[in-house]
């Protein structure tokens, strides 16, 4: 029987720091500095850690009755998945198409075969436990033989951190990085499941596999502390680690309790998970906004909950920190930023549309008791939507937390979402507001703004931007995220129009578009909220560099409840220019049957929206934008619309009202 350890000195000092800090007025807490390292030091770990060969985190194959207690559409719907790979053979990953980033900047190719491989496993291995008549087991074999040959498990993509660059895989140099890391999660539960059958085929296959998992993530994992998104040395560029950091401590967290035969050496890679995972909490900001935007939660905060529950199973339920503040708002983030249906605030490097991760949220919000975010996840919920074909291969051991809480996550299932009337997200590398006419409903207008600055991960170009919904609809939209190339990450990255504010709701000032980096923000930002109205005020031009020539930019962006939206922008520039422009993106018809009046028309719902001007003192002209990515394409259509009002006359300083009406209020 494992036993509660006892109090040590570190942690009695820890929580009496923590009293101290909560009696200071207005402080939020310990979600300031929750630390893992220090609430749970090595030497109090090693007591409640469960030994590898006595933590059963899911059946084993061989335990027929849990797999065949769930459903049978379930079942067959895996071992169907399964049927389509048998007797195909594994994709070929040559040395050419590794090289294709380095060579022409193309990502996807190496990416898509890689992905089809882990998918294939994933099926097979689920279909093999669903049936368990061993059907699939060579196909498996095969799977995991092809994998463990790769020269390397990182992408192309990454692999710029091995001392020999962007280039073919230095073998010698092992570079942990995201899907090296998420290899070993899908190979290490596959030895987990099946280990017994495929010792059948040969017992050198998962010897293999634990050599190589081993080889490349547990023991340069273990042995350095220089991979940046570990976050132990200074990126020198003032950012706190992003969802690497979570995200790829989970998939070794998952290898070390589960490969790992050294208990000692066991114990010293959870340790330095918690160590690692600090670097990411410790500096969170309070209010638990993910500044990377909703689609990345998926493997920020969701990850960083990923590493919650392993840890918290691994000890049975001695280490847990879902009474803590701060894990509470992280969680609650992803129901901040949904707008209706599968719309969500895109900030970044964000899609507008995302497919979420029903059960994860789900029993995320059940750790947290918020029945809020329980809502948001069983929404009109069914097996089909959890268990959705390009979901199912993207993380084993996700689908298997999803297929063994099915009944309890089915019988929650709700007919409402939480759509939240106000959110404001205060921190500076945030600064987002969202407000809609009424609480619980998408019905009228909804808008969301943001100010912070241009330093972020997965940063944009967009402080002070600004979307608006009508009926749930997108009617003033941020375009997101177009599929990524060498391009995107390189320091030609602002060239992509996506990323530059002339491609966001913002104005263009003497034909100069905003800069990235932190230090171009905004300043003096206010946020207000009440019964009747919500607005978040900044001055955006120090968003700007010097040669745009604006002393300041104020701008208001104001949501009267049931009534419209108010954008304002007052300016004073150093000289008079007529070089002044401001910019709207929107996938609607746009209708312009006279001065100073623009009519969206949503081209699905027909519901329309009334943009007016001020005719006298700007100039509309309407430009297409030909959505020809494939990764925008499938948000929206083949063709967005830029809406450019430009300065009539030389100007200094002046106030530009802009005002957006649903046409049944007229």
Same mark, same amino acid.
């Given at each position: 029987?494992?036993?509660?350890?006892?109090?040590?000195?570190? !942690?009695?000092?820890?929580?009496?720091?923590?009293?101290?800090?909560?009696?200071?007025?207005?402080?939020?807490?310990?979600?300031?500095?929750?630390? +893992?390292?220090? /609430?749970?030091?090595?030497?109090?770990?090693?007591?409640? &850690?469960?030994?590898?060969?006595?933590?059963?985190?899911?059946?084993?194959?061989?335990?027929?009755?849990?797999?065949?207690?769930?459903?049978?559409?379930?079942?067959?719907? *895996?071992?169907?998945?399964?049927?389509?790979?048998?007797?195909?053979?594994?994709?070929?990953?040559?040395?050419?198409?590794?090289?294709?980033?380095?060579?022409?900047?193309?990502?996807?190719?190496?990416?898509?075969?890689?992905?089809?491989?882990?998918?294939?496993?994933?099926?097979?291995?689920?279909?093999?436990?669903?049936?368990?008549?061993?059907?699939?087991?060579?196909?498996?074999?095969?799977?995991?033989?092809?994998?463990?040959?790769?020269?390397?498990?990182?992408?192309?993509?990454?692999?710029?951190?091995?001392?020999?660059?962007?280039?073919?895989?230095?073998?010698?140099?092992?570079?942990?990085?995201?899907?090296?890391?998420?290899?070993?999660?899908?190979?290490?539960?596959?030895?987990?499941?099946?280990?017994?059958?495929?010792?059948?085929?040969?017992?050198?296959?998962?010897?293999?596999?634990?050599?190589?998992?081993?080889?490349?993530?547990?023991?340069?994992?273990?042995?350095?502390?220089?991979?940046?998104?570990?976050? *132990?040395?200074?990126?020198?560029?003032?950012?706190?680690?992003?969802?690497?950091?979570?995200?790829?401590?989970?998939?070794?967290?998952?290898?070390?309790?589960?490969? %790992?035969?050294?208990?000692?050496?066991?114990?010293? /890679?959870?340790?330095?998970?918690?160590?690692?995972?600090?670097?990411?909490?410790?500096?969170?900001?309070?209010?638990?906004?993910?500044? %990377?935007?909703?689609?990345?939660?998926?493997?920020?905060?969701?990850?960083?909950?990923?590493?919650?529950?392993?840890?918290?199973?691994?000890?049975?339920?001695?280490?847990?920190?879902?009474?803590?503040?701060?894990?509470?708002?992280?969680?609650? *983030?992803?129901?901040?930023?949904?707008?209706?249906?599968?719309?969500?605030?895109?900030?970044?490097?964000?899609?507008?549309?995302?497919?979420?991760?029903?059960?994860?949220?789900?029993?995320?919000?059940?750790?947290?008791?918020?029945?809020?975010?329980?809502?948001?996840?069983?929404?009109?919920?069914? %097996?089909?939507? +959890?268990?959705?074909?390009?979901?199912?291969?993207?993380?084993?051991?996700?689908?298997?937390?999803?297929?063994?809480? +099915?009944?309890?996550? &089915?019988?929650?299932?709700?007919?409402? !979402?939480?759509?939240?009337?106000?959110?404001?997200?205060?921190?500076?590398?945030?600064?987002?507001?969202?407000?809609?006419?009424?609480?619980?409903?998408?019905?009228?207008?909804?808008?969301?703004?943001?100010?912070?600055?241009?330093? !972020?991960?997965?940063?944009?170009?967009?402080?002070?931007?600004?979307?608006?919904?009508?009926?749930?609809?997108?009617?003033?939209?941020?375009?997101?995220? =177009?599929?990524?190339?060498?391009?995107?990450?390189?320091?030609?990255?602002?060239?992509?129009?996506?990323?530059?504010?002339?491609?966001?709701?913002? =104005?263009?000032?003497?034909?100069?578009?905003?800069?990235?980096?932190?230090?171009?923000?905004?300043?003096?930002?206010?946020?207000?909220?009440?019964?009747?109205?919500?607005?978040?005020?900044?001055?955006?031009?120090?968003?700007?560099?010097?040669?745009?020539?604006?002393?300041?930019?104020?701008?208001?962006?104001? &949501?009267?409840?049931?009534?419209?939206?108010?954008?304002?922008?007052?300016?004073? /520039?150093?000289?008079?220019?007529?070089?002044?422009?401001?910019?709207?993106?929107?996938?609607?018809?746009?209708?312009?049957?006279?001065?100073?009046?623009?009519?969206?028309?949503?081209?699905?719902?027909?519901?329309?929206?009334?943009?007016?001007?001020?005719?006298?003192?700007?100039? +509309?002209?309407?430009?297409?934008?030909?959505?020809?990515?494939?990764?925008?394409?499938?948000?929206?259509?083949?063709?967005?619309?830029?809406?450019? /009002?430009?300065?009539?006359?030389?100007?200094?300083?002046?106030?530009?009202?802009?005002?957006?009406?649903?046409?049944?209020?007229?």
């Amino acid at each position: 029987m494992i036993m509660k350890a006892k109090t040590s000195i570190s !942690q009695i000092v820890f929580y009496f720091f923590v009293l101290v800090y909560l009696a200071i007025p207005g402080s939020v807490g310990v979600a300031k500095n929750v630390s +893992l390292g220090k /609430l749970y030091p090595r030497e109090d770990l090693e007591q409640i &850690l469960i030994s590898r060969t006595k933590w059963r985190p899911f059946p084993k194959a061989n335990e027929r009755a849990a797999w065949l207690a769930v459903s049978e559409k379930v079942r067959n719907t *895996f071992i169907n998945l399964g049927e389509e790979y048998l007797g195909k053979n594994v994709p070929n990953l040559p040395a050419t198409i590794y090289l294709e980033y380095k060579r022409i900047g193309n990502r996807s190719n190496y990416q898509g075969i890689w992905l089809e491989r882990r998918r294939m496993l994933h099926c097979l291995v689920l279909a093999e436990c669903f049936e368990g008549k061993g059907r699939f087991r060579d196909a498996i074999s095969n799977v995991l033989w092809a994998i463990c040959e790769e020269s390397s498990w990182t992408w192309p993509a990454h692999i710029g951190a091995q001392k020999a660059g962007v280039d073919l895989p230095e073998t010698t140099e092992p570079i942990v990085a995201l899907f090296s890391a998420q290899t070993a999660d899908s190979l290490t539960w596959t030895v987990y499941l099946l280990k017994d059958r495929i010792d059948t085929v040969s017992p050198q296959i998962c010897k293999r596999v634990q050599h190589e998992i081993n080889l490349r993530i547990l023991k340069p994992y273990l042995e350095r502390d220089d991979f940046g998104w570990m976050g *132990f040395k200074s990126r020198g560029d003032g950012r706190r680690p992003n969802n690497w950091n979570p995200w790829i401590n989970s998939n070794v967290l998952t290898a070390s309790l589960l490969i %790992e035969e050294n208990e000692n050496r066991r114990l010293d /890679l959870v340790y330095k998970v918690l160590r690692c995972l600090d670097n990411y909490m410790v500096p969170y900001p309070p209010d638990g906004s993910c500044d %990377e935007g909703p689609s990345y939660w998926g493997h920020a905060g969701a990850s960083l909950f990923d590493n919650l529950e392993l840890l918290y199973s691994a000890t049975d339920g001695r280490l847990s920190l879902y009474d803590n503040s701060l894990i509470r708002e992280i969680g609650r *983030f992803i129901y901040r930023a949904h707008i209706s249906d599968d719309y969500f605030v895109n900030i970044g490097d964000c899609h507008a549309r995302l497919d979420i991760y029903h059960d994860l949220i789900f029993r995320y919000g059940k750790r947290i008791n918020d029945l809020k975010m329980q809502a948001f996840a069983t929404y009109d919920l069914t %097996e089909e939507k +959890l268990f959705s074909r390009e979901k199912s291969f993207r993380s084993l051991g996700r689908i298997l937390f999803s297929l063994f809480n +099915l009944p309890t996550i &089915l019988a929650a299932k709700s007919s409402s !979402q939480p759509l939240l009337r106000d959110v404001w997200l205060g921190n500076e590398d945030m600064q987002m507001m969202a407000a809609r006419d009424k609480e619980g409903s998408s019905t009228g207008l909804y808008i969301a703004g943001w100010a912070g600055h241009n330093g !972020q991960s997965h940063n944009h170009n967009d402080v002070g931007n600004f979307i608006v919904f009508v009926d749930g609809r997108p009617f003033i939209v941020d375009i997101g995220k =177009p599929t990524y190339t060498r391009q995107t990450f390189s320091s030609n990255r602002y060239n992509i129009p996506a990323m530059q504010s002339a491609y966001h709701n913002l =104005p263009t000032i003497n034909g100069v578009m905003q800069e990235a980096g932190r230090r171009y923000g905004a300043g003096n930002v206010t946020y207000e909220s009440g019964e009747k109205f919500a607005q978040i005020k900044m001055d955006i031009a120090q968003a700007y560099p010097e040669q745009a020539g604006a002393k300041s930019w104020v701008r208001t962006v104001r &949501l009267n409840r049931g009534r419209n939206i108010q954008l304002v922008d007052s300016f004073k /520039l150093n000289k008079k220019s007529q070089d002044v422009v401001q910019n709207f993106i929107t996938p609607c018809e746009v209708i312009h049957k006279e001065p100073g009046t623009v009519i969206l028309k949503d081209p699905e719902k027909q519901t329309e929206l009334i943009l007016q001007y001020e005719s006298d003192k700007l100039s +509309l002209e309407i430009e297409g934008i030909d959505i020809n990515d494939e990764s925008l394409l499938s948000i929206w259509d083949s063709r967005l619309y830029r809406i450019l /009002l430009k300065s009539k006359s030389p100007t200094g300083q002046d106030t530009w009202t802009f005002q957006f009406s649903m046409t049944n209020l007229f």
